[in-house]
């Protein structure tokens, strides 16, 4: 479903669905930086309480947590997307 890294194809490839009225916005980023920080602070925490490493263990931490938070963007851009049309989310609309 996906043309390049984020992108979608106009159509499903498999079901031929219209994926053009997909549209997460900045959801797949948010989600996953928030919950990526979470776990980055969880186990610079634990690393600290449990070793206390010196200085440059922490910067491996971030550099492979950023990449953590990079790689779960698109999985979750998927999910979300799905979501939108298991859902059938749309435009919210007033009542005339
Ligand atoms: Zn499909």
Do not use: H
């Amino acid at each position: 479903m996906f043309d390049g890294f984020l992108a979608l194809r106009p159509n499903c490839p498999a079901c031929g669905l219209d994926l053009t009225r997909a549209d997460t916005g900045d959801g797949p980023a948010f989600f996953a930086s928030f919950l990526g920080s979470l776990l980055l602070l969880a186990a610079g925490t634990w690393m600290q309480v449990a070793y206390e490493p010196p200085i440059w263990a922490y910067v491996v931490l971030f550099v492979v947590g950023a990449l953590a938070i990079v790689a779960l963007i698109r999985p979750l851009k998927g999910l979300l997307t799905a979501l939108q049309f298991a859902n059938k989310a749309e435009q919210g609309r007033l009542e005339p």
